[in-house]
């Protein structure tokens, strides 16, 4: 770094708010000090606000990778922008302009050039239309209060290099601390809040003036309401400002809760440097205490005095650490989250060491018996990284903020970074870190620090070498996990061999153990693959590595050895009723009851699941789902064995292979059987998780033995087959623009096939959607029974031989579910006289909006059987996308069999897209978090 501060910077403003007309009028004078030894030609500002300005800003494209729809469906009038009306120097006018790609910074070329430790001084004049609140949380609501954060325009950083960034909805602008003087004029009746000091207030006729000051100020948050939420507490001059949901306890609860955690907080990082801290119900929604707050309101767990204080003190946390550590967030935020973290789990520890991560629903009957029950409050914190580390969705700690998987911006890596502390602090020993933490945060109060900083720090207070916790555990996605490979022992002493299962040098406790009884704890470094040691025994009867879960290992079923008995390491089998979280002493099977509804034929489906799959995924899974149909009165049910191969570091991340069966009816009192090997490769851009970008070869072979069914020919005289089928599909999922396309090979005995098929969706500025779909397959080879279409390429309605599409009704000729509509092959909507083609069909699909989600439809095609000459094919109509892909309905207009709606039947002719499957529905959430 090229500072030693950022200098004596000053910001005074002159704010008109026009409520009425969402505006604000800003006279302003920035003074920033350039405390490196670089001589400036140019400066740049942050105009956060305007981000909202256009479809295309780094603000709206990040909303629309997360699936939020909300901005790009968004009336122009919602949107906010900035008017720069003139930029000053010493009176004279400033070339400036909006830096290509980020209209949310401004690069100004200055009059003179700013030399080392001299100040510029400019004035601006501008107008920020506001946004509505529905984007971001911030902006005007609909009954016209302000909740505004970056609402004016700022000084970037310059250390040697500019640091400036675009809004992405990550709340971490970096900008320097500034004293701030504002003069604010709103209307009457409106009640305004900042954890700014008033030192001047007044009224007109028509409207207020407020004057607010506050010296080193790095956030200013303003509310205006017009019935104001906000309570302050204060104590010995210092004020808490909260509007965050008290669970409805009383006055005096409160008090003392927010007593309670301001001592915490005083005590373990020093005074708070301003006079008021300010905690908004904002705040805590956009970092709540992830787990169980995804139960309905009306479930609540934990005490609500337990809750209020968990919700005060992590945003009390948050708020203190961000106005008063000057650090970069957008490239150095683990430092933010673990300190934030490390308290979170202090606090409890102190004053809360019972409770639970079910709180009071670990002693409700039925779920006490759950190993989820007994695990404690602060466990949740490895769990939820561990989702993402256990499916090689993880990222480095020090990966820009803006590269984060949402789960991980939001939950893994801030819960990964506070573990680490307390990781390093165990093998440190002597509160070493803790006490560091204290000091390094009361030591740098205001001023600029990096991670390189803390790493000076903390390497100065302990003698021990935790090279690794920077080097392996913060910049890379190296999992722990360490397993007791050999064990000798004699009466005095015990011999074993340590295996670090991964690339990593990072160190891992042993404890000695007598039954439940901790004899000795041994820290073991520098485990390159293996490593021998001898210890005393001690009357030890147990070896234990991580004993008490301290180390964020990905895998802790082979940690211990038993030194009793013979077998050393035999996990008994544990049977519960319902997923549960993994015990690593036991061979865990689950049992789950299912009510199911799969096709008519079988109706109702009663029967059971029995599977190893706990709530982290494993890498080996089975499941075996024995079911009772109860129309068909018979037994059905599936199978399926899976082992999964995680590859870190490389576009190819999976390889999945295993087996799945299944025997259900796929007509009235017909079934078939399947059984199918698979082998699967998956493939994402290495460097960038947040890419939709995915793709996949997929390799399997599908054996099938079904009923004989002399009653419909369309089914093959020839029931029993096997096709070897070969995927490979490249898909790139976002909300704007979605593309997807595949090509898929069958070879048989009778027949080989080859098809293509290219998906494309985009959704226009002016909230248009087109869809695009072509498909075409031919035959390679067809031996098959020239009678029979049950293998060929259907336009509407494929016969679905390899048994992979959710038909409720897949034998159906006639009737509601004989109308239900897939989108494979033609594609069509209407059922035309030639909806078969036994040697090649081609096809396109469109569709466009007409108004919201009404969309007209159109699809051509040219179908080609055999000994007959090329047949063109066309439909059209309405389609209705309730929820894309999931759920939707076609009304046939016009066809090759005329207009249809004035054909006989015409409800019949009605064709709907519908899924039950909850994974699939899972699906829509499970997009917008990974």
């Known amino acids: 770094m090229c500072y030693a501060s950022f200098g004596q910077n000053k910001i005074d403003l002159k704010a008109a708010f026009d409520i009425e007309n969402k505006q604000i009028r800003i006279s302003q004078t ?33 909303l629309a990778d997360e699936y939020k729809n909300v901005f790009h469906l968004a009336k122009n009038e919602d949107r906010g922008f900035s008017v720069i009306i003139s930029i000053k120097q010493e009176g004279e006018d400033l ?14 070329e200055l009059k003179n050039p700013l030399k080392p430790n001299e100040f510029y001084n400019i004035q601006l004049e501008y107008i920020v239309q506001i946004p509505s609140d529905k984007f971001t949380s911030y902006g005007i609501t609909n009954t016209g209060d302000l909740n505004l ?7 970037a950083i310059y250390d040697g290099q500019w640091q400036y960034y675009s809004n992405k909805d990550l709340d971490d602008l970096y900008i320097p601390a500034a004293d701030v003087h504002l003069d604010i004029e709103y209307p009457l009746g409106y009640k305004l809040t900042s954890e700014l000091d008033i030192s001047n207030q007044s009224q007109s006729t028509d409207k207020q003036f407020i004057e607010l000051k506050g010296k080193n100020i790095l956030n200013t948050k303003l509310f205006l309401n017009k019935v104001s939420t906000f309570n302050t507490i204060q104590k010995d001059g210092f004020s808490l400002i909260s509007n965050m949901d008290d669970e409805g306890l009383d006055v005096i609860e409160k008090v003392l809760i927010t007593e309670r955690v301001t001592t915490f907080i005083q005590q373990k990082l020093g005074n708070y440097p301003h006079n008021q ?19 309905p309101n009306f479930i609540k767990p934990y005490p609500n005095h337990f809750q209020y204080e968990l919700k005060l003190l992590k945003v009390a946390l948050r708020n203190y650490l961000e106005n008063t550590l000057l650090i970069n967030p957008r490239t150095d935020q683990w430092l933010l989250d673990g300190i934030q973290m490390y308290y979170l789990i202090d606090y409890v520890d102190e004053h809360y060491p019972n409770m639970k991560f079910l709180g009071g629903l670990s002693d409700v009957w039925g779920i006490r018996s759950f190993h989820a029950a007994d695990m404690r409050f602060n466990e949740k914190y490895t769990m939820a990284y561990m989702l993402m580390a256990r ?19 939001s939950i893994a890596n801030k819960y990964k970074a506070g573990i680490g ?5 165990d093998f440190i020993n002597h509160d070493v870190v803790e006490n560091s933490l204290a000091s390094f945060v009361i030591e740098n109060k205001l001023k600029p620090v990096s991670t390189t900083d803390f790493e000076t720090y903390i390497k100065s207070k302990t003698d021990k070498n935790i090279d690794w916790f920077f080097t392996d555990y913060l910049n890379t996605r190296k999992k722990i996990d360490f397993k007791i490979k050999k064990v000798h022992k004699t009466e005095d002493s015990i011999t074993l061999t340590i295996k670090n299962k991964q690339n990593n040098s990072m160190p891992v406790s042993l404890y000695t153990l007598n039954n439940d009884s901790i004899i000795s704890k041994t820290w073991i470094e520098n485990i390159t693959e293996n490593k021998t040691i001898t210890i005393p025994r001690n009357d030890a009867n147990k070896l234990v590595l991580n004993y008490n879960s301290i180390i964020p290992e990905i895998n802790a079923r082979d940690n211990w050895k038993s030194l009793k008995g013979f077998f050393f390491n035999n996990k008994p089998l544990q049977f519960r009723v319902f997923q549960d979280i993994e015990d690593p002493y036991y061979n865990q099977v689950f049992f789950m009851p299912i009510l199911e509804f799969n096709n008519i034929y079988d109706g109702v489906t009663l029967g059971f699941r029995v599977y190893n799959k706990t709530v982290l995924r494993k890498l080996f899974n089975y499941r075996f789902e024995p079911q009772y149909s109860l129309k068909s009165k018979t037994f059905t049910g599936s199978a399926a064995v899976f082992m999964t191969h995680y590859l870190e ?3 190819l991340y999976a390889i999945n292979y295993g087996m799945s069966a299944g025997y259900s009816s796929y007509a009235e009192n017909l079934f078939v059987r399947q059984l199918s090997p698979s082998l699967m490769f998956l493939f994402r851009e290495k460097n960038d998780f947040r890419s939709n970008k995915k793709e996949s070869l997929t390799l399997r072979y599908v054996d099938i033995k079904r009923d004989k069914d002399i009653n419909n020919v369309l089914t093959s005289n020839e029931p029993n087959y096997g096709v070897f089928n070969a995927r490979y ?10 593309s997807k396309w595949y090509t898929d090979v069958q070879i048989a005995k009778n027949f080989s096939k080859l098809s293509f098929n290219y998906e494309y969706r985009r959704l226009y500025e002016s909230n248009r959607q087109l869809n695009l779909r072509f498909f075409a397959g031919t035959f390679l080879k067809n031996n098959n029974d020239p009678n029979s279409n049950y293998f060929s390429f259907a336009l509407d309605r494929p016969t679905d031989y390899l048994f992979e599409y959710p038909y409720l009704g897949r034998s159906e000729e006639s009737g509601i579910f004989s109308q239900q509509y897939i989108d494979a092959e033609g594609g069509f909507k209407s059922k035309l006289d030639t909806p078969f083609a036994n040697q090649w069909l081609t096809t396109a699909n469109a569709s466009t909006t007409l108004w919201k989600y009404v969309l007209l439809y159109g699809d051509i095609g040219l179908v080609k059987n055999k000994f007959n000459d090329p047949h063109f094919v066309y439909d059209s109509g309405i389609r209705i996308n309730l929820v894309t892909d999931y759920f939707e309905i076609y009304l046939p207009i016009y066809s090759n069999l005329g207009w249809e709606t004035g054909l006989p039947n015409y409800d019949q002719k009605i064709r709907f897209k519908f899924t039950v499957d909850p994974q699939a529905l899972l699906g829509l959430f499970r997009r917008r978090w990974y």
Request: net charge neutral; glycine share 0%; no cysteine.
């Open 30 to 62: 920035i003074q920033y000090q350039n405390t490196t030894q670089d001589e400036l030609q140019s400066i740049y500002l942050n105009d956060w606000n305007n981000s909202y300005s256009t479809k295309k800003t780094p603000l709206a494209i990040r």
């Open 421 to 425: 502390l307390k990781y390093l602090d």
């Open 277 to 295: 801290l300010l905690l908004t119900s904002i705040d805590y929604n956009k970092d709540p205490l992830y787990g169980l707050n995804f139960l």
């Open 95 to 108: 070339v400036f302009k909006q830096v290509k790609n980020q209209l949310d910074i401004i690069k100004v």
């Open 149 to 155: 954060r970056y609402w004016y325009i700022t000084p």
């Open 649 to 651: 570091n490389s576009d």
């Open 729 to 738: 599909i490249d898909s790139d999922d976002n909300l704007i623009n979605f």
């Open 391 to 409: 499916t090689n969705r993880d990222q480095p700690l020090t990966m820009a903020k803006d590269s984060l998987l949402k789960f991980n911006n």
